[in-house]
């Protein structure tokens, strides 16, 4: 699978990700990565978040994000509802990566 770590893209944002599947995210990321998520949307690529770190906020970038991994603490099905995000996971023992399509 066609993946990219956002922290390994780097110049012309929207030229970085053309060609991959996924561009996968830490939650610290989020802040710098909106556009990236802006031309994910535009372009067809899917964006995974891992949020195991803490609890995950609602805010726009909740519409970007295709997969949410979240810590066993947090009720991924109330995630879910509350976000619209396709999947949420809430797994502390895989990574990222094993939830992808």
Known sequence: MNVVQF???SGNI???IQGFRWVI???EDIPKALSVMMFAELDGVLVAVDHRKSVPE???WV???HLLLVSESVDADEIR???GITKVVSCDASTIEDHLW
């Open 63 to 65: 519409r970007a994000v």
């Open 7 to 9: 922290s390994k893209l």
């Open 25 to 27: 995210l830490q939650q």
């Open 58 to 60: 609602n805010g726009l």
């Open 14 to 16: 929207r030229e970085s």
């Open 81 to 83: 509802q509350i976000t």
